[in-house]
Each structure stands twice: as C-alpha cells, then as structure tokens.
C-alpha cells in the first residue's frame, strides 16, 4: 500500500524532536543544510524530501500559524495527514533550464513548527504516487517534546 512504511527505517532527527519512518530504499543525505534533515529513494530517483524544524520563538497558536500560510501563499489549501492539519501548497520552479516541481506542507505541534517539502522533475501522472509515499512518511512523524 503507497504511504504505509511497515518495513521501512526508523529515522530520530539528530536533537531528538521528532521520528519518522521512512520507505524502503529511502536514504538520508546531507544537504548542508544544519537545520533540515534530507531524504531520497537510493535505487530510483524520485526526488528530494526535506524536513526543516522551527522553533516558534512567538508562541503562535499553530493554528493560527497555518492559517497565516494559507492566507500567504497562493494557492495554499488546508489539508489533514494523519494527526496534523497542514498548509500544502505547490510551486513550479526553474533550474538550469529544468523544471522542478515542489509540494510544502507546514504544520506543527506545540513550539515546533515543521516545513517539509518534495521537489521533482517528474510530471503530474508520476508524481501522485510519489506524493502519497511521502505523505505517508510525514504521517508516520511521531513530535517529540524536547527540553529547551
């Protein structure tokens, strides 16, 4: 079943805020980024999924967090993936000369505040199978509180 990662691979982000798992054949690489953590399918290309944690230093309600995305970003609309209500939006990007294709979803729990995002080369027809997968990994995010 796409999105179910029963014999996937338990990842802990490195100060322990969260844990997710992650696909068979899906690898954790370093993107130089110190704040996200960054994912892809090590046999078949599909993509590039990053989570970046925020601390909410303004303590906003994370409601009202999401309701600021979707009034920010055009196009934006509230959807639900497991326990978390996410602003999820998508974009259309060039880079050297390529098209990339990048989905966001922003959410959070408590003080923590999470933008995962997805960006492909692959069109519409491919990309619904790889977007349930990885809407299948941030279902699968456990929040971990985490002593300041």
């Given at each position: 079943m796409v999105g179910c990662h029963k014999n996937g691979t338990q990842f802990t982000?490195?100060?322990g805020s969260y844990t997710l798992t992650l696909p068979p054949l899906?690898?954790?690489y370093d993107d130089g980024d110190?704040?996200?953590d960054a994912f892809y399918n090590s046999r078949n290309w599909t993509?590039?999924?990053r989570v970046t944690k925020?601390?909410?230093?303004?303590?906003i309600d994370i409601k009202e967090f999401i309701n600021k995305e979707l009034e920010d970003i055009q196009g934006a609309r509230l959807i639900k993936i497991g326990e978390y209500e996410c602003a999820y939006s998508q974009?259309?990007?060039h880079d050297n000369g390529e098209e990339l294709n990048s989905f966001f979803w922003s959410f959070g729990k408590g003080k923590d505040i999470f933008?995962?995002?997805f960006t492909t080369d692959h069109q519409d027809k491919e990309?619904?199978?790889v977007i349930a997968q990885v809407e299948g990994i941030i279902k699968s995010m456990v929040i971990n509180p985490v002593t300041p």
């Open positions: 982000a490195k100060d899906w690898e954790e110190e704040l996200t993509g590039s999924f925020f601390k909410n230093e303004n303590s974009s259309m990007t933008i995962c995002s990309n619904k199978k």
